[in-house]
């Protein structure tokens, strides 16, 4: 087996079966059958990494799931072919970050995936100053029982104080040292993403992706200059919360059956009009292509010119499976008109 990431899932993707023409370039990927999602990978922006164009979340784990069912979630994830991962430090107090430890190393998979971590909101190690983020980072390995993190985000809104170039300057220590691959970032604003491109070029580590709150229901966060210097600097964007805290997969309607929990609460906030407006035309848009709403969510995502690969999460293998069904929507522009009117 190869000893480093990028290089095995590179060469899986390269060698991965492939056969387009068995079935109709709109049909979603099958939940049965081979896993024809593993000839399935986009480039993830310049890390180098090929990855499905949906990464498993696990902002779960170890909070609303256990460890035996996040097993089985990403048991369901890896036999559909997918290949990357994405969790922070502050899921679950680390939890999260066990939990996926646990599993890579007991099925043998860690060449095999693209593991991401978002740091910086642990209340152990708060913060991107460099003494912190080190610490957060060794920690996290630990945690997750590998010599490497892939895909490392930096949180900015865990630390607003924090200089820009002494983050980067111990994001390059990071990367130099193998700790970490490739920098990516959340919520930080466009001007900082501008003044982190300025370092890069005297020779800092270059911020490749971006993760930004983003769905139907939510695009105003992903403002104009935001999007448009993500866009001019060529980065991958892995938008999170990619069905608004499970609003989208449409289960739950009314505030009776979801008032008493923390996601409850979360879904509740769009149980009005223009929330039932965009549920319907899921409904619709998902009838006419006999798949559920929740990868008529994911193939809106995917139909915007920005997305690289959105980062979900699910409760459930079955959740998987419906998830991964968006990757082959491909909905046509009166659908996409249709959900655009409805979510205004």
Same mark, same amino acid.
């Given at each position: 087996?190869? &000893?480093?990431?990028?290089? *095995?899932?590179?060469? /899986?993707?390269?060698?991965?079966?492939?056969?387009?023409?068995?079935?109709?370039?709109?049909?979603?990927?099958?939940?049965?059958?081979?896993?024809?999602?593993?000839?399935?990978?986009?480039?993830?922006?310049?890390?180098?990494?090929?990855?499905?164009?949906?990464?498993?979340?696990?902002?779960?784990?170890? +909070?609303?799931?256990?460890?035996?069912?996040?097993?089985?979630?990403?048991?369901?994830?890896?036999?559909?072919?997918?290949?990357?991962?994405? &969790? /922070?430090?502050?899921?679950?107090?680390? @939890?999260?970050?066990?939990?996926?430890?646990?599993? $890579?190393?007991?099925?043998?998979?860690?060449?095999?995936?693209?593991? *991401?971590?978002?740091?910086?909101?642990?209340?152990?190690?708060?913060?991107?100053?460099?003494?912190?983020?080190? @610490?957060?980072?060794?920690? *996290?390995?630990? @945690?997750?029982? &590998?010599? =490497?993190?892939?895909?490392?985000? $930096?949180?900015?809104?865990?630390?607003?104080?924090?200089?820009?170039?002494?983050?980067?300057?111990?994001?390059?220590?990071?990367?130099?040292?193998?700790?970490? =691959?490739?920098?990516?970032?959340?919520?930080?604003?466009?001007?900082?993403?501008?003044?982190?491109?300025?370092?890069?070029?005297?020779?800092?580590? =270059?911020?490749?992706?971006?993760?930004?709150?983003?769905?139907?229901?939510?695009?105003?966060?992903?403002?104009?200059?935001?999007?448009?210097?993500?866009?001019?600097?060529?980065?991958?964007? &892995?938008?999170?919360?990619? $069905?608004?805290?499970?609003?989208?997969?449409?289960?739950?309607?009314?505030?009776?059956?979801?008032?008493? *929990?923390?996601?409850?609460?979360?879904?509740?906030?769009?149980?009005?009009?223009?929330?039932? =407006?965009?549920? @319907?035309?899921?409904?619709?848009?998902?009838?006419?292509?006999?798949?559920?709403?929740?990868?008529?969510?994911?193939? +809106?995502?995917?139909?915007?010119?920005?997305?690289?690969?959105?980062?979900?999460?699910?409760?459930?293998?079955?959740?998987?499976?419906?998830?991964?069904?968006?990757?082959?929507?491909?909905?046509?522009?009166?659908?996409?008109?249709?959900?655009?009117?409805?979510?205004?």
């Amino acid at each position: 087996m190869a &000893t480093s990431g990028v290089g *095995s899932v590179t060469d /899986a993707a390269a060698a991965a079966p492939h056969s387009p023409a068995l079935v109709h370039p709109s049909a979603p990927i099958p939940v049965q059958g081979p896993p024809i999602g593993e000839g399935v990978r986009i480039a993830l922006g310049e890390t180098g990494f090929r990855v499905f164009p949906l990464i498993l979340g696990g902002a779960e784990f170890g +909070w609303n799931v256990d460890l035996e069912s996040s097993h089985e979630i990403l048991d369901a994830y890896a036999g559909l072919g997918g290949n990357a991962l994405h &969790t /922070a430090d502050s899921y679950s107090g680390g @939890r999260s970050e066990h939990i996926i430890g646990q599993w $890579l190393r007991s099925r043998g998979v860690r060449d095999d995936v693209v593991l *991401s971590v978002r740091v910086g909101g642990h209340p152990d190690n708060p913060g991107l100053g460099p003494v912190n983020l080190v @610490r957060a980072v060794e920690a *996290s390995l630990t @945690r997750l029982g &590998t010599d =490497r993190i892939d895909l490392l985000y $930096l949180d900015a809104s865990a630390d607003r104080s924090a200089v820009l170039e002494d983050t980067l300057a111990t994001a390059e220590w990071l990367v130099e040292s193998g700790k970490a =691959r490739a920098i990516g970032a959340t919520e930080y604003a466009a001007e900082q993403l501008v003044q982190a491109r300025i370092l890069a070029s005297a020779g800092y580590p =270059r911020i490749t992706v971006l993760d930004v709150p983003f769905n139907i229901v939510r695009r105003d966060e992903f403002d104009a200059d935001l999007r448009l210097v993500a866009a001019a600097q060529g980065m991958a964007v &892995t938008p999170s919360h990619a $069905l608004e805290h499970g609003f989208l997969s449409g289960r739950l309607r009314t505030r009776a059956k979801g008032s008493l *929990s923390v996601r409850g609460l979360q879904i509740a906030a769009h149980l009005n009009r223009r929330g039932s =407006r965009t549920l @319907r035309a899921l409904d619709a848009v998902g009838s006419e292509l006999g798949v559920p709403d929740a990868a008529v969510a994911v193939g +809106w995502l995917l139909a915007q010119r920005i997305v690289t690969a959105p980062i979900i999460n699910a409760f459930a293998p079955q959740h998987v499976e419906e998830l991964v069904q968006g990757v082959g929507v491909r909905l046509s522009r009166s659908q996409l008109a249709e959900i655009a009117r409805a979510a205004e």
